[in-house]
């Protein structure tokens, strides 16, 4: 552990202080997410609008 690094008082009983750890999965702002969830809850609307007739249902 760098030497400048503040530290926080021993209060946490050895838990991980996780916004120190950073992981290497995929980064997706929630922006991103959010303009993925309405693209997909439009799509279903448009299928249960308009999927019966053109998937024969």
């Known amino acids: 552990m760098p030497r ?3 530290r926080l008082p021993p209060t946490g009983a050895g838990l ?6 950073e ?5 997706i702002s ?3 997410v959010l303009a993925f969830t ?3 809850i439009i799509f279903v609307i448009l299928l249960h ?3 019966a ?3 024969g249902f």
């Open 4 to 6: 400048n690094e503040e």
């Open 53 to 55: 007739g053109v998937l």
């Open 16 to 21: 991980i202080r996780y916004f120190q750890e």
């Open 38 to 40: 309405a693209a997909v």
């Open 23 to 27: 992981g290497s999965g995929i980064k």
């Open 49 to 51: 609008v308009a999927g």
């Open 30 to 32: 929630p922006k991103s």
